[in-house]
């Protein structure tokens, strides 16, 4: 069982950035892909960028290359989202998920836990 916890989300102006985080419990955190996914209102919950269990491979929506970073600290139990150049249409609940098969992909069925979510504003 893994518990996930997203933090950093806030309102931040167009062209800004933001960096979430998701602490992980339980000790098999170090052989999980972790994902984050996104949700606007009215909007189905839609992949943003994943990233395999070493850190090592990683998986990024068209909407975000180049702006955002997916990373992961193992000896902390944490994975990162670094986002920058931020626009409007970013703005969505930011959720991260993990996988226990371990490699880094954009099926959301597949993640089979989820935190609560962290909200991000852009403002125009």
């Known amino acids: 069982q893994v518990q996930l916890v997203e933090s950093g989300g806030g309102l931040v102006q167009a062209g800004g950035s933001l960096r979430l985080s998701c602490a992980a419990s339980g000790r098999s955190f170090s052989t999980y892909a972790m994902g984050w996914f996104r949700q606007a209102p009215g909007t189905e919950r839609e992949f943003v960028a994943a990233?395999?269990?070493?850190?090592?491979?990683?998986n990024y929506a068209d909407s975000v290359k180049g702006r955002f970073t997916i990373s992961r600290d193992n000896a902390k139990n944490s994975v990162y989202l670094q986002m920058n150049s931020l626009k409007p249409e970013d703005t969505a609940v930011y959720y991260c998920?993990?996988?226990?098969?371990?490699?880094?992909?954009?099926?959301?069925?597949?993640?089979?836990?989820w935190g609560q979510g962290t909200q991000v504003t852009v403002s125009s």
């Open positions: 998920a993990a996988d226990p098969r371990g490699w880094a992909h954009n099926r959301r069925n597949l993640y089979d836990y």
């Open positions: 990233i395999n269990w070493s850190g090592g491979s990683t």
